[in-house]
């Protein structure tokens, strides 16, 4: 299994710009979410979805936009891209219910000039 | 709603001894689960160790162990005989257990291990 895996590692963006951060899964959870890393603030949660076409809005979701067509996979959309945007993007997914602990990708490192 | 409160942005341990980073948290949800998660330099997500709220005995994970406190609100994460890689950023969370509410983070704790 690959586990979580997202694309691209790094990025650069002018403000304006718009691009797709994608993060796909092989182990069939239903639940993926995003979370945005900022220094001194944590792992933020963006948008989170429990299953294919069943997507919610998380702590910080404006600027951003998901939408889930397949258990596999959950893009994070930027539309018109902004300096607050520059962080590191982290895709995660779980089974539905129960204790199991989040698996996360690798990140993704955003700056937008 | 969740909240999870790590009040220590950065601790130093010498190497070899034992250090605790706490963590407190509030919900509503009648059972949740508290996790602790590593990052070193390198960036990635390490899961640690995870705390059930009926659990009754605090979750050991080798050198990990977490200190619950259900009555205080607290989860601290104990790390035993500190190695120099244990330096990094480590995050505390938790989420309910009933539905599919979300996983919140605290916004860590840096750890830095002096040979």
């Known amino acids: 299994n690959a586990g979580v895996t997202q694309t691209p590692k790094f990025q650069v963006l002018k403000t304006g710009q718009s691009m797709t951060l994608q993060c796909a899964q092989d182990?069939?959870?239903?639940?993926m979410s995003w979370y945005r890393q900022d220094p001194g603030m944590g792992l933020r949660l963006i948008h989170y979805s429990v299953g294919a076409g069943i997507t919610d809005q998380g702590e910080v979701p404006n600027g951003y936009n998901v939408s889930r067509s397949t258990t596999e996979d959950f893009p994070l959309r930027l539309l018109s891209a902004a300096p607050s945007q520059t962080s590191v993007y982290f895709c995660?997914?779980?089974?539905?219910?129960?204790?199991?602990?989040?698996?996360f990708g690798p990140g993704t490192r955003l700056l937008v000039l | 709603a969740q909240k999870i409160t790590q009040t220590q942005p950065g601790m130093f341990v010498q190497e070899k001894e034992a250090v605790t980073l706490d963590c407190t948290y509030d919900t509503s949800d009648p059972s949740y689960g508290l996790f602790w998660y590593k990052q070193p330099s390198s960036g990635e997500m390490i899961f640690l160790i995870y705390q059930g709220s009926y659990d009754q005995q605090n979750a050991t994970e080798g050198r990990y162990s977490l200190n619950f406190q259900k009555a205080r609100k607290s989860a601290n994460l104990v790390i035993s005989a500190s190695q120099l890689g244990d330096s990094a950023m480590y995050f505390c969370a938790m989420r309910g257990l009933s539905g599919n509410t979300p996983l919140v983070f605290g916004k860590g704790t840096r750890l830095s291990v002096i040979a």
């Open positions: 182990m069939n959870h239903e639940y």
């Open positions: 995660a997914s779980r089974t539905t219910g129960g204790e199991e602990t989040q698996y």
